[in-house]
């Protein structure tokens, strides 16, 4: 078990070969150990070049030295770093001279852990290094940039500081009551609540877009066989990516492509097509296919235009078990053999359009419908990236807001409003890691990168 007086390692750059290679120590043993390796005398922010020895004096590789002392690091603790060449077996051999001196291989994120731990970023900073490497469109890593400089956390610690000072408002009113003023019945209260309801609703909105253009959604093709689903799939993305024949059961699996819309990232999974088969791995693909529809965000379900059923019926006669949601889209394929208008959006209980996925009539309007359906707006400003929990707990905090109000507004009780106040504050505080649980940071550091 590694404690914080526990030195660390890793290999910071990805494994394999490559021009450059980088291993980097944290902790109070970093210096001692980057030193006695490269004879580098540990001059603070000085790039030193020269050769790195294993214990032995046999010299590994040449290349630059730098070294960090703490708190002014990234982890807050003494850095030393080696940049190498970047030869798989090189670096190996120099991570087993740094771990027979005493230093312990990183777990994933456990860098960016220890500057969390350290007050050198909050939770919300920490996480958008990850949101920053994994960015899949230039939106999404400016989003990340501007979270890692701290914006959605200023946003976040601005609503707990108006909780705060409502509280004490509240509080001062419950405790004094025989004061002449009356904060809970003058409306004071209830416009600071109000103010914070609406900042509240401005930062869920742009990190309802963050959440969106880092996680993206995904975006099911469901149908029976035949239908087009494949033939779908590779007009959204652009490419042939899924194998097009007339013979049913074609698909056997489920594959998936990303396309971006304006910076927003679609996974869009094409689905064995749903029917009765005897045929064992068939079978197995259709089950896949049960399951990605079951954790879809959308759902487009593809109809042959020549067929007459409904959006129920056709869910009905391909899944009768499962209760069709609320989040499908029935999308009639093939219009190029019935003449019907492609890319017109019929409204209803289930929106209805048209297309030809072969000739590719429609698809342009299907992918602005599939942009417009989550409410993803590219031209908004001040974007910051955003996960789901970080989603959950503003909509909980929201939830909170909107409950107290009601207390306040018809129950007049301050006791209530200030219990909501409180909870929706510890809501806020989860998402820079004020408040927020060990088992949460072990799932949330643990979904990193090695080195980072």
């Known amino acids: 078990m590694q404690t914080p007086n526990t030195t660390i390692c890793a290999q910071t750059t990805p494994p394999g070969s490559g021009g450059v290679g980088i291993i980097r120590l944290s902790g109070p043993q970093a210096l001692a150990i980057g030193k006695q390796l490269s004879r580098n005398g540990g001059q603070p922010r000085y790039a030193h070049y020269g050769p ?37 077996v090189v670096m190996d051999m120099l991570l087993h001279e740094i771990t027979q001196l005493g230093a312990e291989l990183a777990r994933p994120g456990e860098f960016s852990e220890r500057a969390f731990i350290n007050d050198k970023l909050d939770l919300a900073q920490a996480e958008s290094i990850a949101d920053l490497i994994n960015a899949s469109s230039v939106q999404a890593a400016r989003n990340a940039m501007r979270s890692m400089q701290g914006e959605f956390s200023h946003q976040v610690d601005s609503l707990v500081e108006q909780l705060i000072h409502l509280r004490l408002f509240v509080e001062a009113a419950i405790d004094f009551p025989e004061e002449e003023i009356d904060f809970l019945a003058d409306g004071k209260i209830s416009i600071l609540l109000q103010d914070v309801r609406k900042q509240l609703d401005s930062v869920l909105l742009v990190a309802q877009q963050g959440s969106l253009l880092q996680e993206g959604m995904r975006v099911v093709i469901a149908g029976a066989p035949n239908a087009g689903k494949s033939s779908l799939l590779n007009a959204l993305s652009g490419q042939d990516r899924a194998i097009v024949t007339d013979i049913a059961g074609t698909t056997r699996d489920t594959l998936q492509a990303t396309i971006h819309i304006d910076g927003l990232p679609l996974h869009v999974i094409d689905t064995a097509g749903l029917r009765d088969s005897p045929d064992e791995v068939e079978q197995i693909g259709i089950e896949r296919a049960i399951d990605a529809i079951q954790d879809a965000d959308q759902i487009v379900l593809l109809q042959d235009c020549r067929e007459t059923q409904t959006p129920d019926q056709l869910w009905q006669s391909l899944l009768p078990e499962q209760t069709m949601p609320e989040h499908v889209t029935l999308v009639r394929n093939k219009v190029d053999l019935t003449g019907e208008a492609a890319g017109q959006l019929l409204d209803g209980p289930v929106p209805i359009m048209a297309i030809s996925a072969k000739q590719g009539s429609g698809i342009k309007e299907l992918r602005q419908y599939l942009k ?81």
Do not use: M
Request: aromatic share 10%; net charge negative.
């Open 52 to 88: 790195i020895f294993d214990q032995q004096g046999q010299q590994i590789d040449a290349g630059i030295t730098l070294y960090f002392p703490g708190p002014d690091s990234f982890t807050g603790e003494d850095v030393f770093e080696f940049q190498g060449h970047g030869g798989q």
């Open 372 to 452: 417009d359906i989550v409410g993803y707006q590219s031209t908004l400003e001040g974007g910051f990236s955003a996960r789901r929990r970080h989603l959950d707990a503003l909509q909980r905090a929201a939830a909170l807001l909107q409950q107290g109000a009601d207390q306040l507004a018809y129950q007049k009780a301050g006791e209530l409003l200030a219990e909501d106040l409180r909870l929706a504050q510890d809501c806020l505080s989860e998402i820079t890691g004020q408040f927020t649980s060990d088992d949460l940071l072990g799932r949330i550091f643990g979904s990193f990168c090695i080195g980072k």
